[in-house]
C-alpha cells in the first residue's frame, strides 16, 4: 500500500502518556478514516474526515482527537493513553464522487500497547 | 443490527477447490469494497464494485444491486489465499464491514 504512508509501526505508552499516529497519502484522496481493530475483531471507526478541514466522529471517538489541516495528512493524537487504548490502528484513504469512485488505500497498521 | 452480514464465518478448503463467500447488506452504498488481511497483517483491496462483475487472475466479485448481496469467488484455491475476506460497502461516506470470513486452504 504505498498509497498511504503510516507511521509508527509500533509503540508501547505508558499509563497517562500522549502519541500522535500519523497518516499520509499521496493521491489527492479526499475521505480518510482511522480504525481501531482489536484482537479476533472487526474494525471500529474512530474518527473520518471528507476532506481538509471537516472530521467527524465514528463509533469510538472517545480519548482521540484529529486534524485535517491539508488533503495529505490525518494525524490520530491520543492524549492520556489507557490499557483500553492497546489495539492495531489502520488509517485508510479514498477517492469519493459522483462519477469518481477509488478502491480503498489502507495504512500498514500501528500496533500500540498501553502499559 | 447487523448492517453487512457474511457467510461463512469460517472456511477450510483443499488445494484447487472453489471457494465462494457471500456478503448481504442493508445499508444503500455508492459502492461495495471487498478487503483481504493475512494474519497479522495489513488490510489489502481486492475489488471495488458498483455493478456487475470483477476479475482480477483468480479472483471473481460480483455485485446485484437490487437484491443488496455480492459474492466473491476464488478459483483453484491455493494456501496463499489464506485470510480473512472482508465485504465492506461504502455508503458515499463511511464503510460498514463485515465480521470477515476466515479461509484456510489446505495444501
Known amino acids: 500500500n504505498a498509497g498511504v504512508t503510516q507511521t509508527p509501526k509500533f509503540r508501547i505508552l505508558k499509563i497517562g502518556q500522549s502519541m500522535t499516529l500519523q497518516c499520509t497519502q499521496d493521491?489527492?484522496?479526499?475521505?480518510m478514516y482511522w480504525y481501531r481493530q482489536d484482537p479476533g475483531m472487526g474494525l471500529k471507526l474512530i474518527y473520518y474526515?471528507?476532506?481538509?478541514?471537516?472530521?467527524d466522529k465514528g463509533e469510538v471517538p472517545n480519548g482521540y482527537n484529529v486534524s485535517r489541516s491539508t488533503t495529505e495528512d490525518f494525524p490520530l493524537r491520543l492524549e492520556l493513553a489507557a490499557p483500553s487504548q492497546t489495539s492495531v490502528y489502520f488509517c485508510?484513504?479514498?477517492?469519493?464522487?459522483?462519477?469518481?469512485?477509488?478502491?480503498?488505500?489502507f495504512g500498514q497498521g500501528t500496533r500500540l500497547t498501553v502499559v | 443490527k447487523n448492517e453487512v452480514e457474511q457467510s461463512p464465518q469460517n472456511l477450510t478448503a483443499q488445494e484447487g477447490e472453489f471457494i465462494t463467500i457471500n456478503c448481504s447488506y442493508s445499508?444503500?452504498?455508492?459502492?461495495l469494497h471487498w478487503l483481504q488481511q493475512h494474519p497479522g497483517g495489513g488490510i489489502v483491496s481486492l475489488f471495488m464494485?458498483?455493478?456487475g462483475k470483477k476479475k482480477h487472475g483468480r479472483l471473481i466479485a460480483t455485485i446485484n444491486i437490487q437484491e443488496k448481496h455480492s459474492s466473491l469467488h476464488i478459483t483453484a484455491s491455493h494456501p496463499r489465499d489464506s485470510a480473512v475476506y472482508i465485504c465492506?460497502?461504502?455508503?458515499?461516506?463511511?464503510?460498514?464491514f463485515g465480521t470477515g470470513t476466515s479461509l484456510t486452504v489446505i495444501p
Open positions: 465492506a460497502p461504502h455508503t458515499g461516506n463511511q464503510f460498514y
Open positions: 474526515s471528507v476532506g481538509a478541514g471537516i472530521t
Open positions: 445499508v444503500g452504498i455508492s459502492a
Open positions: 464494485l458498483s455493478s
Open positions: 493521491m489527492n484522496h479526499n475521505y
Open positions: 485508510a484513504s479514498i477517492r469519493q464522487g459522483l462519477s469518481t469512485n477509488t478502491e480503498a488505500f
